[in-house]
């Protein structure tokens, strides 16, 4: 079956240090793969996606991506973290075949100043 | 440029009360969704529409039906509410790649709050 797996529901920084939010997929099929971000009371916004291109992805705001597919991981990082990055984020994972996409149970990030 | 609208963004309603949620895109995407978001479980899919006149049961579809008369709109209707339909309801929208024929990313509304008490 495929599946997407958000491996944090919480994590805390220091602002100024780096940001890892780790996500992992299960797929026979190559997959399409996003991370989308959700302030509070907002919806959601997209921070980059993979679609089989390059596998180091860049997003807005200073997020990156790598999609490695002997790990089946598509762990989201930033160097530095900022006050404004707070919020939820979302890994997603479009089906292959379908038009269905499956979301991750999210990881809510913290900045602690 | 609007992008997806949802009306209303709350709305509070008693059990057994019917309601119907708008969501309009104006990018001409074919592909619509209905989501509900709930704390810990991310978001889960209602029903989706994959062009006009189309539509199809998600993962959650019990107690809702929608309709795609028109591209642009999709609507989410509540025939009787109940508690467990508290929720926030996100629309979203997609397209497909005119080269790849893959499908692109999802495009959000800002959410539509619903208490049913």
């Known amino acids: 079956a495929q599946s997407v797996t958000q491996l944090d529901s919480h994590v805390s920084v220091s602002e100024g240090t780096p940001v890892l939010l780790r996500c992992n997929y299960s797929s026979s099929y190559s997959p399409s793969l996003f991370w989308y971000v959700q302030h509070p009371n907002k919806g959601l916004q997209l921070l980059l996606k993979?679609?089989?291109?390059?596998?180091l992805v860049k997003g807005i705001n200073g997020f990156e991506a790598e999609f490695k597919k002997s790990e089946t991981s598509f762990h989201l990082t930033k160097p530095s973290a900022h006050m404004s990055d707070a919020a939820e984020y979302f890994c997603v994972f479009r089906t292959s075949g379908t038009y269905k996409y499956i979301f991750g149970t999210g990881t809510r990030l913290k900045v602690l100043a | 440029n609007a992008g997806v609208t949802q009306t209303p963004k709350f709305r509070v309603l008693k059990t057994g009360q019917s309601m119907t949620l708008l969501c309009a895109q104006d990018?001409?995407?074919?592909?619509m969704y209905w989501y509900r978001q709930d704390p810990g479980m991310g978001l889960r899919l209602i029903h989706y529409s994959v062009g006009e006149g189309t539509t199809a049961k998600g993962e959650v579809p019990d107690g809702y039906n929608v309709s795609r008369l028109k591209k642009q709109n999709f609507l989410l209707g509540l025939e009787s509410a109940a508690p467990s339909q508290t929720s926030v309801y996100f629309c979203?929208?997609?397209?497909?790649?005119?080269?790849?024929?893959?499908?692109?990313?999802?495009?959000f509304g800002e959410g539509s709050r619903l208490t049913v008490l």
């Open positions: 990018m001409n995407h074919e592909y």
């Open positions: 979203a929208s997609s397209y497909q790649h005119l080269t790849s024929g893959l499908t692109g990313e999802l495009f």
């Open positions: 993979y679609t089989s291109a390059a596998t």
